[in-house]
């Protein structure tokens, strides 16, 4: 299901290793006044990020943590394989060249040398990001690399973001849903505010490079939302393999394989793979506080209709 299982592993365990010896205070770092770990990125890749060279034949994967990212990505890898029907030879090129990356497979992770690593990367390069349109570095747009942008009602969103937040050692975890809830509503977490990140993404909904799908919308028909996915990075495959990958991607199967895939990560990674799980934490003033934050942010956008807000997010 991955292509490089054990590079992954190593790198988040280092990560991991790393933070044990880091005061909470020094885990983040803040760039453009947004935070991010520290033991995985820095100030430099964020500038270095900027030169990065986008082709054409990109697969850009976007979206804010805990939106759906792990799920998509294992999703568009199996389409594009299936599409590409590599060799073996290929196929341990393309796991070669990801080896000497040296990094955890984001955008912007990693030291500021890994996009002149990259460069050595076959086409089609798989890449995927947490940012919003207006961080990501300008080739992508300027070279039409298609981007995949996935949204998640923020409820459901703020809730997972929460647990993985207070499981994962990278970053400091909060001593109450309450407070955590505070800093969610006014974007001090790592990559800031989720309201910011859906407000930017809706200004380019129309962009002919740019496709948004929501996490709702492939839980409810993920073999629909897989075609649709296919469509737009131009992949052919059969009604076989759409059924195939369904069953190899589904939540059960990769929370199955989490510790072959992503070692201690995984027990972080796979939670429950839900919708509607926010309602076990939010309390009705919270809810009220979410719901007016969305409608002045997002209310009336073809965004807010793409994540179906009234559907998911009303008590």
């Not at 697969?59 to 299936?82: D, H």
């Not at 759409?242 to 990769?254: D, G, L, V």
Request: charged share 25%.
């Amino acid at each position: 299901m991955n292509r490089n299982r054990q590079r992954l592993i190593e790198v988040l365990e280092n990560a991991f290793s790393q933070s044990e010896k880091i005061p909470p205070e020094d885990m983040v770092f803040s760039y453009r006044g947004i935070l991010y770990p520290s033991t995985l990125s820095s100030p430099e890749t964020f500038e270095a990020l900027k030169s990065f060279e986008a082709r054409s034949d990109d697969v850009i994967l976007a979206g804010y943590p805990k939106t759906g990212n792990n799920w998509l990505s294992e999703i568009v890898k199996e389409l594009e394989s299936a599409d590409a029907k590599y060799t073996e030879e290929e196929m341990e090129e393309r796991i070669n060249a990801e080896k000497k990356l040296q990094t955890f497979p984001c955008l912007e992770f990693g030291d500021p040398g890994i996009y002149e690593r990259m460069k050595k990367l076959p086409s089609r390069r798989i890449i995927v990001t947490h940012l919003p349109p207006h961080l990501l570095p300008p080739s992508i747009l300027q070279n039409k690399a298609k981007i995949l942008a996935l949204v998640r009602n923020p409820k459901d969103t703020a809730v997972s973001y929460y647990h993985f937040y207070n499981n994962l050692p990278l970053v400091p975890s909060f001593p109450s849903w309450n407070e955590y809830f505070a800093a969610f509503m006014n974007g001090k977490l790592t990559w800031g505010s989720y309201f910011d990140h859906l407000v930017e993404w809706n200004k380019y909904i129309n962009h002919e490079s740019i496709m948004m799908i929501s996490y709702e919308e492939l839980k409810e028909n993920q073999v629909l939302g897989m075609k649709k996915i296919a469509d737009f990075f131009g992949f052919s495959l059969c009604e076989e393999d759409f059924h195939i990958i369904a069953k190899n991607t589904s939540f059960q199967a990769m929370k199955e394989k989490s510790k072959e895939t992503h070692g201690k990560f995984g027990d972080i990674l796979f939670r429950k793979g839900v919708v509607g799980n926010w309602r076990d934490l939010f309390s009705a003033a919270q809810n009220e506080e979410m719901d007016r934050k969305f409608e002045d942010s997002l209310g009336g956008t073809k965004l807010a209709a793409k994540i179906k807000y009234d559907v998911y997010c009303k008590a």
